[in-house]
Structures are given as structure tokens and as C-alpha cells.
């Protein structure tokens, strides 16, 4: 099957009047349809401006991006792209922060409203749609902000270390969570996050950057023979530890 | 809430009685400046002919409230402040989105904008009679161009520092500039543009009456140099 996402020599670099900084060198991977796939890393090596530009927000200097098997710029593939921080508006309701996009994009009408009210029941902040986001709370922020990018039908879901401005006993929860949203909805996603044992609870698999400028070190496939595959319970299974230490011998050989 | 504890009973009644300290103290002090003033003033330790009185002030006011003058001179001010105030508002508004947009033009146009906002107004509004004739017009201008510059730089200000992470979300959307600009930037600067409207509404009335007093024929800028004119405390 063709890859829903292909990279192939990813080249980019920062510069600033002191000078020029490589951020990524001969970066090449592919994702095919369906697949959890997590990008691990040492901080500020680059993980987040991969995102920037698989979404298009940025250019490569080098490289190639093909989408369903087309150049990026060509392809009209729908890439949801979910941030550190929710960015729910305050001065918009829940509902009207989740309509944000489709308004954005000209796609307001019965059928997406109704597909965004299907949502918010399907994750339980029905009760919430009127309410301002203050009145959420952080779990169910990041699930409002979860449904903002999922109304617009998005191929491909970008994950932006969406879990890291939680606290831990929440992150575990909303981690599982969306994990088991995303994966329900067989959606194909990219996490990226510095946080390795999210990574194996959630991924298919692990790819894992150098320091900066970052390339790939190496990519870990996550298989795990359990019944009920979700996220919590693969922190329980005996493989979770195996793949954690494998990960992070890796990261620190590294240094 | 149908049972009050007594903590939250004594809570409520310390409360209650704050507040009644603070209207009563400001009242005390209104009266008693204003009684100091009127008995200093009858008792000769202050010369009512340069400090007048509250009843002077009071009875001149009664007599113009009786001759109706006094509402035309209000009206006037109150148009012409009220006209600058909406046009600055209007206008530095939308300066401040055109500099927003494009970070060229604001780099260029910085120290100008400093400069113009450092002038001082008042030693503009007789060139301003020159150029616009002693008409309502020149006093409007006076008015707007004590507020427009500050108000242009505080607005371009809050624009810029509304988080650059909301703007990326509106991007990830699919969003362009005018979207940003739309549904993050002024509705997240309406806090801003409401604090300048307070300021700008102060020095739309100093700059109209600045342009009163030198360029009218009604106004309270016009009672005030009037009456400066012909030695009188009371008009």
C-alpha cells in the first residue's frame, strides 16, 4: 500500500543575523494510513519544526514531501495539526472555539454542525458547549482542542507534544484517552514527544532523533500482544519496560 | 443559601461596612474641601477675587443655567471632544492593523510616530488655525492630535504581543493573515482598545479645548479664555 505520508531527505536550517543553525539533516521516513507512529528526541533538536513542516507552515531547504504518493505542494491531503497548548479562545464558547476551523475553511453547514455536535456527545463535553473554556478543565480542554482538528476530517493527525502542559495524573488519563479517540477513529497521526514512555503507550512506531542538527538514529517498531491494546494497559505489559530501555540506550549513546 | 453561617454573616456585615466607610470618606472629603474653601474665602484668608467661591461659582452657574448659555457652550465642547474622540478611535485603529500588517512599514515609520507623538499639540493649534481657518474643524483636529499618535503606538503595541502561538493555530487551520487578524488579534486586543478609548477621551477634551482657546466663539475653552481675559473668576 502507498504511504499516506513519504519524506525523503529532509534538510532545514535556522538563521539569524549571528549566523546559521542546522536543525535537521537528510531526515527520510514514511507513514502509512492507519499508523501511530511517535518522533522521540533530545530537546530542541528539531522534533517540532518537522511538524512545522510536514503541515507547510515552513519549507524545507532540501528534500521531497510526498502525500498520497503527491508532491506537498500539489497534494490537497487535510492535515489536522494539534499544539502544546490547547489555545482554546476565551472569548468564544466551547462550541464556537470548535467551529473555528471549519469557519476558517468555509465548510460551516448543517452537516459539519452536526458532525461537531456528534463529537462533542461522543467525548462528553456536550454539557460544556456553551460554556467559556475557563470552565473547563485541562483534560477537557485538550479534548475540545482534540475535536476542533478532528471536525475538519483531517488524513493526518500532527501531535504536538499535546499532552506535555498537563499534569502527570491527568496526562495519563487524557493520553489514554485521546490515544484510544485517535486510534477508534483510525486515524493515521505523528506525536512528537520528549516524554518516551507516552511514546511506546501509544506508537506502532519509534522514531528517534539525534541531537542537533538531528537525524534518524534509529526507528523502533512497538508490537504488543495484549487483548484490549490501549494505552494504560500497555504500561502494565511486561514488553512496555523492554521497549522503554531500548529507546532510551539509544538516546543516550547518542550524547 | 437559605442558611447563613454566622462566619459568613460576620464576613458579609465587615464587608458591607468597608464599603460604607469608603463612601461616606469620599463624600466628607468633597464637603469639606468645599467648605474650607467657601469659609476661607468669606473670612478674607484667601482673596475671593483670585480664588473665588463656591457660591460665586454656584450662582454664575445658575445664571447661565437660567440664560441657557451655558448649555451651548456645553453642547459645543461636548460635540467637538465627542467628534475627535470617535474619529481617533476610528482611525488609529485602523493605522495600527495597516502597521500590523506589514512589519516593513512599521520599522519605517517608528520614530516618526515617536516624534509626531512628542510634539507638543498646543504650540501646533495656532499653525492649525492658519491652515484650517477658525472653524469647528481646526478645534476637531486640535482634538484628535493630542490623542491619535499614543494612541496608534499603544494599539500597534497590543497587536503585536497577542501570542504568537495563536496565530500559528490559526495558520494550522488553514488560516491566512486576514484570519489571524480577524479572529485572534482584535478580539483579543478589545481589552486594550477599550483601556485606550479611556485615555483618548481625556486628551480629545484637552486638545479641543486647547483649540477653544484660541479659535472660538463658544465652548468652555472660549468661558475659560474669556473670562481669563477680562480678570473674572466668575463669568
Same mark, same amino acid.
Given at each position: 500500500?502507498?504511504?499516506?505520508?513519504?519524506?525523503?531527505?529532509?534538510?532545514?536550517?535556522?538563521?539569524?543575523?549571528?549566523?546559521?543553525?542546522?536543525?535537521?539533516?537528510?531526515?527520510?521516513?514514511?507513514?502509512?494510513?492507519?499508523?501511530?507512529?511517535?518522533?522521540?528526541?533530545?530537546?530542541?533538536?528539531?522534533?517540532?519544526?518537522?511538524?512545522?513542516?510536514?503541515?507547510?507552515?515552513?519549507?524545507?531547504?532540501?528534500?521531497?514531501?510526498?502525500?498520497?504518493?503527491?508532491?506537498?505542494?500539489?497534494?490537497?491531503?487535510?492535515?489536522?495539526?494539534?499544539?502544546?497548548?490547547?489555545?482554546?479562545?476565551?472569548?468564544?464558547?466551547?462550541?464556537?472555539?470548535?467551529?473555528?476551523?471549519?469557519?476558517?475553511?468555509?465548510?460551516?453547514?448543517?452537516?459539519?454542525?452536526?458532525?461537531?455536535?456528534?463529537?462533542?456527545?461522543?467525548?462528553?463535553?456536550?454539557?460544556?458547549?456553551?460554556?467559556?473554556?475557563?470552565?473547563?478543565?485541562?483534560?477537557?480542554?485538550?479534548?475540545?482542542?482534540?475535536?476542533?482538528?478532528?471536525?475538519?476530517?483531517?488524513?493526518?493527525?500532527?501531535?504536538?507534544?499535546?499532552?506535555?502542559?498537563?499534569?502527570?495524573?491527568?496526562?495519563?488519563?487524557?493520553?489514554?484517552?485521546?490515544?484510544?479517540?485517535?486510534?477508534?477513529?483510525?486515524?493515521?497521526?505523528?506525536?512528537?514527544?520528549?516524554?518516551?514512555?507516552?511514546?511506546?503507550?501509544?506508537?506502532?512506531?519509534?522514531?528517534?532523533?539525534?541531537?542537533?542538527?538531528?537525524?534518524?538514529?534509529?526507528?523502533?517498531?512497538?508490537?504488543?500482544?495484549?487483548?484490549?491494546?490501549?494505552?494504560?494497559?500497555?504500561?502494565?505489559?511486561?514488553?512496555?519496560?523492554?521497549?522503554?530501555?531500548?529507546?532510551?540506550?539509544?538516546?543516550?549513546?547518542?550524547? | 443559601?437559605?442558611?447563613?453561617?454566622?462566619?459568613?454573616?460576620?464576613?458579609?456585615?465587615?464587608?458591607?461596612?468597608?464599603?460604607?466607610?469608603?463612601?461616606?470618606?469620599?463624600?466628607?472629603? *468633597?464637603?469639606?474641601? !468645599?467648605?474650607?474653601?467657601?469659609? /476661607?474665602?468669606? $473670612?478674607?484668608?484667601?482673596?475671593?477675587? %483670585? &480664588?473665588? =467661591?463656591?457660591?460665586?461659582?454656584?450662582?454664575?452657574?445658575?445664571?447661565?443655567?437660567?440664560?441657557?448659555?451655558?448649555?451651548?457652550?456645553?453642547?459645543?465642547?461636548?460635540?467637538?471632544?465627542?467628534?475627535?474622540?470617535?474619529?481617533?478611535?476610528?482611525?488609529?485603529?485602523?493605522?495600527?492593523?495597516?502597521?500590523?500588517?506589514?512589519?516593513?512599514?512599521?520599522?519605517?515609520?517608528?520614530?516618526?510616530?515617536?516624534?509626531?507623538?512628542?510634539?507638543?499639540?498646543?504650540?501646533?493649534?495656532?499653525? *492649525?488655525?492658519?491652515? !484650517?481657518?477658525?472653524?469647528?474643524? /481646526?478645534?476637531? $483636529?486640535?482634538?484628535?492630535?493630542?490623542? %491619535? &499618535?499614543? =494612541?496608534?503606538?499603544?494599539?500597534?503595541?497590543?497587536?503585536?504581543?497577542?501570542?504568537?502561538?495563536?496565530?500559528?493555530?490559526?495558520?494550522?487551520?488553514?488560516?491566512?493573515?486576514?484570519?489571524?487578524?480577524?479572529?485572534?488579534?482584535?478580539?483579543?486586543?478589545?481589552?486594550?482598545?477599550?483601556?485606550?478609548?479611556?485615555?483618548?477621551?481625556?486628551?480629545?477634551?484637552?486638545?479641543?479645548?486647547?483649540?477653544?482657546?484660541?479659535?472660538?466663539?463658544?465652548?468652555?475653552?472660549?468661558?475659560?479664555?474669556?473670562?481669563?481675559?477680562?480678570?473674572?473668576?466668575?463669568?
Amino acid at each position: 500500500m502507498e504511504p499516506i505520508l513519504e519524506l525523503k531527505n529532509i534538510n532545514y536550517a535556522y538563521h539569524t543575523l549571528e549566523g546559521e543553525t542546522k536543525a535537521l539533516t537528510d531526515i527520510s521516513f514514511s507513514i502509512a494510513a492507519g499508523e501511530f507512529v511517535a518522533l522521540v528526541g533530545p530537546s530542541g533538536c528539531g522534533k517540532s519544526t518537522l511538524l512545522s513542516i510536514i503541515s507547510g507552515l515552513l519549507e524545507p531547504e532540501e528534500g521531497l514531501i510526498k502525500m498520497n504518493g503527491k508532491d506537498w505542494k500539489e497534494s490537497t491531503m487535510n492535515i489536522g495539526y494539534m499544539l502544546q497548548h490547547d489555545h482554546l479562545f476565551e472569548w468564544r464558547t466551547v462550541y464556537s472555539n470548535i467551529l473555528l476551523g471549519l469557519e476558517i475553511q468555509h465548510m460551516l453547514s448543517a452537516k459539519t454542525r452536526a458532525k461537531a455536535n456528534e463529537l462533542l456527545e461522543l467525548y462528553g463535553l456536550k454539557q460544556f458547549a456553551n460554556s467559556k473554556p475557563s470552565e473547563l478543565s485541562g483534560g477537557m480542554r485538550q479534548r475540545a482542542a482534540l475535536i476542533r482538528t478532528l471536525v475538519l476530517e483531517p488524513d493526518l493527525l500532527l501531535l504536538d507534544e499535546p499532552f506535555s502542559a498537563l499534569d502527570y495524573q491527568t496526562r495519563l488519563s487524557v493520553g489514554d484517552d485521546i490515544g484510544q479517540i485517535i486510534r477508534n477513529a483510525h486515524k493515521t497521526a505523528l506525536l512528537v514527544t520528549h516524554d518516551l514512555s507516552e511514546a511506546v503507550s501509544l506508537a506502532d512506531r519509534v522514531i528517534i532523533l539525534t541531537n542537533r542538527p538531528a537525524h534518524i538514529s534509529k526507528i523502533v517498531p512497538v508490537t504488543f500482544t495484549l487483548e484490549k491494546d490501549t494505552p494504560l494497559l500497555r504500561r502494565n505489559a511486561p514488553e512496555f519496560k523492554n521497549y522503554f530501555n531500548i529507546i532510551w540506550g539509544e538516546l543516550n549513546q547518542n550524547e | 443559601m437559605s442558611e447563613i453561617s454566622v462566619g459568613q454573616q460576620s464576613y458579609l456585615n465587615m464587608r458591607k461596612k468597608h464599603k460604607r466607610i469608603v463612601r461616606v470618606s469620599r463624600v466628607a472629603i *468633597l464637603l469639606s474641601f !468645599l467648605f474650607l474653601w467657601e469659609f /476661607t474665602a468669606n $473670612v478674607g484668608i484667601i482673596d475671593s477675587f %483670585i &480664588f473665588s =467661591s463656591p457660591s460665586k461659582i454656584a450662582l454664575c452657574f445658575w445664571g447661565m443655567v437660567l440664560d441657557k448659555s451655558i448649555f451651548v457652550h456645553l453642547w459645543v465642547t461636548l460635540y467637538e471632544t465627542i467628534a475627535s474622540f470617535l474619529l481617533v478611535t476610528v482611525i488609529s485603529v485602523l493605522i495600527a492593523v495597516i502597521l500590523w500588517c506589514s512589519k516593513k512599514l512599521s520599522e519605517i515609520l517608528d520614530p516618526y510616530l515617536v516624534v509626531l507623538n512628542s510634539l507638543p499639540k498646543s504650540a501646533l493649534a495656532p499653525l *492649525l488655525i492658519v491652515w !484650517l481657518g477658525a472653524t469647528k474643524t /481646526t478645534i476637531i $483636529v486640535a482634538g484628535m492630535s493630542v490623542a %491619535i &499618535f499614543g =494612541s496608534i503606538l499603544n494599539l500597534y503595541t497590543s497587536f503585536t504581543t497577542v501570542d504568537e502561538e495563536k496565530i500559528k493555530l490559526i495558520y494550522t487551520l488553514r488560516g491566512n493573515k486576514w484570519h489571524a487578524l480577524s479572529k485572534v488579534v482584535l478580539p483579543s486586543s478589545i481589552p486594550a482598545i477599550i483601556s485606550n478609548m479611556k485615555v483618548n477621551i481625556g486628551l480629545c477634551l484637552v486638545g479641543v479645548i486647547i483649540g477653544e482657546f484660541l479659535a472660538a466663539r463658544d465652548g468652555l475653552g472660549y468661558l475659560i479664555i474669556y473670562s481669563s481675559q477680562v480678570f473674572s473668576c466668575v463669568v
